[in-house]
């Protein structure tokens, strides 16, 4: 089969890697139907941390064409969506609603589904199939955002506890914070601020409801916000970064008593416990529990309720992978999707 494969930071290439098969009894093997960068591949792509030709890929769709002999719930030719971890959906933490925690968690970056096939461990825990059997070609980019950067800003949301009667922040302007702020607006914000200072996006934002738009960032941002509301920082804050910068960020816009749902990728992040102690804010986050909120989030991508696929702005088949991280990293894409077919 045909993968992406990271040689070294800056350097991705498609190649020829083995196809996989059952390795254990509770193992899949998906044909991947559609996969794609995500926000987090940039960080080892610009050299963040060390990679020597690692498989690439945690997003994925696709139709089941074998399964172990442990697996229940899932017939072979089955068109799935899956988590970006893999989990049992039995154990303790999985059945209190956090299965990116799960005791048997695989993540499945060290799988890599930006291939044309990907074995899928802990298969019954972890792939939802999509009713009705293969989607409309119009929903692919949506159902493949709810592998993971759907269910990521939703779950910043939640954690943020936004709803009725908040308002919400959105510190990053990555498909993560988009989607956060679409979720944002799903949960029945009164109001939804996103910091963005690149036009299209900024506009995505909007489409996704947000009311308003902030081009500053660091304590100007923050003052601006305030200003916007009426002196108090916001009832929630989303930060989808993951960045010291973005932290601060939305630490410093929430009023005190609220809540900070803090999802983007942590990297070199410190939080100065004296800071901290006088925000007096609730904090909340990390890898979102995806594999718990798919019924949900593919049931409102059937019913057409949201459109989450639009921050997909550039399409390329897989053999393209390379300018499909360029692009990302270059900001001239918000979000690549990647066809195998």
């Given at each position: 089969?045909?993968?992406?494969?990271?040689?070294?930071?800056?350097?991705?290439?498609?190649?020829?890697?083995?196809d996989p098969v059952i390795e254990q009894p509770?193992?899949?093997?998906?044909?991947?139907?559609?996969?794609?960068?995500?926000?987090?591949?940039?960080?080892?792509?610009?050299?963040?941390?060390?990679?020597?030709?690692?498989?690439?890929?945690?997003?994925?769709?696709?139709?089941?064409?074998?399964?172990?002999?442990?697996?229940?719930?899932?017939?072979?030719?089955?068109?799935?969506?899956?988590?970006?971890?893999?989990?049992?959906?039995?154990?303790?933490?999985?059945?209190?609603?956090?299965?990116?925690?799960?005791?048997?968690?695989?993540?499945?970056?060290?799988?890599?589904?930006?291939?044309?096939?990907?074995?899928?461990?802990?298969?019954?825990?972890?792939?939802?199939?999509?009713?009705?059997?293969?989607?409309?070609?119009?929903?692919?980019?949506?159902?493949?955002?709810?592998?993971?950067?759907?269910?990521?800003?939703?779950?910043?949301?939640?954690?943020?506890?936004?709803?009725?009667?908040?308002?919400?922040?959105?510190?990053?302007?990555?498909?993560?914070?988009?989607?956060?702020?679409?979720?944002?607006?799903?949960?029945?914000?009164?109001?939804?601020?996103?910091?963005?200072?690149?036009?299209?996006?900024?506009?995505?934002?909007?489409?996704?409801?947000?009311?308003?738009?902030?081009?500053?960032?660091?304590?100007?941002?923050?003052?601006?916000?305030?200003?916007?509301?009426?002196?108090?920082?916001?009832?929630?804050?989303?930060?989808?970064?993951?960045?010291?910068?973005?932290?601060?960020?939305?630490?410093?816009?929430?009023?005190?008593?609220?809540?900070?749902?803090?999802?983007?990728?942590?990297?070199?992040?410190?939080?100065?416990?004296?800071?901290?102690?006088?925000?007096?804010?609730?904090?909340?986050?990390?890898?979102?529990?995806?594999?718990?909120?798919?019924?949900?989030?593919?049931?409102?991508?059937?019913?057409?309720?949201?459109?989450?696929?639009?921050?997909?702005?550039?399409?390329?088949?897989?053999?393209?992978?390379?300018?499909?991280?360029?692009?990302?990293?270059?900001?001239?894409?918000?979000?690549?999707?990647?066809?195998?077919?």
């Open positions: 089969m045909r993968a992406v494969i990271m040689e070294a930071p800056g350097r991705v290439v498609v190649t020829d890697r083995p509770t193992d899949a093997v998906l044909r991947v139907t559609a996969t794609c960068v995500c926000g987090s591949d940039l960080w080892p792509y610009r050299g963040a941390w060390d990679v020597d030709h690692a498989r690439m890929g945690h997003e994925y769709m696709g139709e089941v064409v074998e399964l172990g002999s442990a697996v229940g719930g899932l017939a072979v030719g089955d068109h799935v969506v899956g988590s970006f971890v893999a989990s049992c959906d039995a154990c303790e933490i999985c059945r209190a609603g956090y299965p990116s925690r799960c005791v048997h968690a695989v993540g499945m970056g060290s799988v890599g589904t930006q291939a044309e096939y990907a074995r899928i461990p802990l298969a019954g825990g972890t792939l939802v199939p999509i009713p009705g059997g293969a989607p409309a070609p119009d929903l692919v980019p949506s159902l493949l955002a709810a592998s993971d950067v759907l269910g990521t800003g939703w779950f910043g949301a939640e954690a943020a506890q936004a709803g009725p009667g908040k308002t919400v922040a959105v510190v990053g302007d990555g498909a993560v914070g988009l989607l956060g702020v679409l979720a944002a607006s799903q949960l029945g914000a009164e109001r939804i601020v996103a910091f963005s200072r690149h036009e299209p996006r900024a506009a995505l934002a909007r489409a996704f409801g947000a009311t308003d738009v902030i081009a500053t960032r660091g304590e100007e941002g923050v003052a601006e916000l305030k200003d916007l509301l009426g002196g108090l920082g916001a009832h929630s804050v989303i930060e989808a970064v993951g960045s010291q910068e973005s932290m601060d960020q939305a630490i410093a816009a929430c009023r005190p008593g609220g809540h900070v749902g803090f999802v983007g990728l942590n990297h070199g992040v410190a939080l100065d416990g004296q800071r901290l102690f006088g925000a007096t804010v609730h904090l909340h986050g990390g890898p979102a529990p995806v594999r718990r909120m798919l019924p949900d989030l593919i049931r409102r991508i059937q019913e057409r309720s949201i459109d989450p696929g639009r921050v997909f702005d550039l399409i390329l088949p897989l053999e393209e992978a390379a300018e499909a991280y360029a692009a990302m990293d270059e900001r001239r894409a918000i979000k690549a999707l990647l066809t195998t077919d």
